[in-house]
């Protein structure tokens, strides 16, 4: 028989990576915000009551959320999801953000690394991350993803929509960066629950790029006619960047720039 997964953020573009990948191994209970999912429920960050009822009534082996919505409804939804996982045979995937860096971007940062957040968004993420750990010790498992891609993902299309319209497109030439492709995100859940893994992993490739310099190269890889870059300027050179670093990840897993490009060439077959 299966072991059941609550799927907090099922319809975002994370979600639907982290579903793809595991429904092989999990039967998949989807939650959205906004709407039911087939098969599945409502439950908006505004609503823990809901959520309990939900955990109570599917009683899932494995929670992962990735969840948007109000910071302070978002720390308490997942304060009464810890709460009732705690102490149980149970486990978190928490998805994070590269934003627990964004006060020091003064080089790329590994797991060991800790969060040095600036904006509100990052200081919630690592307050959350925070939160979980104590109420969750080793029953949680933290996903910091870099900028997320895949064929016809919401960058993807907004380049396309500024290379229609001739709109200028803000860019971003004094950044390094890594990124994610949505499906390594599923490889990696699939890959770290099944071994019962814990702690921060960080997602991503291991290899960075400049900001500007990949979304042109997205544009060549996808016959996208380059749109009209609206360089914004930078006083130095500064790292948004996530390296993974941790060793029970195998090689077949990692990803480089090269490899996330190649993925993405795939939307002009779909």
Not at 90 to 106: E, Q, W
Not at 109 to 117: Q, R, V
């Given at each position: 028989m299966k072991k059941r997964a609550l799927l907090l953020g099922a319809t975002g573009l994370v979600g639907r990576a982290a579903a793809g990948r595991l429904e092989e191994d999990y039967q998949i209970i989807p939650a959205a915000g906004r709407c039911a999912p087939e098969n599945g429920y409502c439950l908006p960050v505004e609503a823990p009551?809901?959520?309990?009822?939900?955990?109570?009534?599917?009683?899932?082996?494995?929670?992962?959320?990735?969840?948007?919505?109000?910071?302070?409804?978002?720390?308490?939804?997942?304060?009464?999801?810890?709460?009732?996982?705690?102490?149980?045979?149970?486990?978190?995937?928490?998805?994070?953000?590269?934003?627990?860096?964004?006060?020091?971007?003064?080089?790329?940062?590994?797991?060991?690394?800790?969060?040095?957040?600036?904006?509100?968004?990052?200081?919630?993420?690592?307050?959350?991350?925070?939160?979980?750990?104590?109420?969750?010790?080793e029953q949680l498992t933290v996903f910091r993803l870099a900028a997320v891609w895949s064929p016809g993902c919401p960058r993807v299309r907004q380049l396309r929509r500024s290379s229609e319209s001739g709109e200028p497109h803000p860019t971003y030439p004094g950044y390094t960066i890594n990124v994610t492709l949505a499906d390594q995100i599923g490889d990696y859940a699939r890959y770290v629950l099944s071994r019962e893994l814990h702690g921060i992993f960080h997602v991503g490739t291991t290899d960075t790029v400049n900001y500007a310099a990949f979304e042109e190269m997205v544009c060549r890889a996808l016959h996208i006619p380059p749109p009209v870059f609206a360089p914004e300027p930078a006083e130095e050179e500064a790292f948004f960047a996530v390296l993974p670093a941790r060793g029970e990840i195998p090689?077949?897993?990692?990803?480089?720039?090269?490899?996330?490009?190649?993925?993405?060439?795939?939307?002009r077959s779909q």
């Open positions: 009551e809901a959520l309990k009822e939900v955990l109570l009534r599917e009683n899932p082996d494995v929670v992962i959320s990735s969840v948007r919505g109000d910071y302070p409804a978002q720390i308490t939804f997942h304060r009464a999801l810890a709460e009732w996982l705690a102490g149980k045979d149970k486990r978190l995937l928490y998805m994070s953000t590269a934003n627990v860096f964004d006060g020091r971007l003064t080089q790329p940062w590994t797991e060991a690394d800790p969060p040095a957040p600036a904006s509100d968004y990052g200081v919630f993420k690592r307050d959350c991350e925070a939160m979980l750990g104590r109420l969750l010790g090689a077949d897993l990692q990803m480089t720039v090269s490899h996330v490009l190649s993925a993405l060439k795939t939307e």
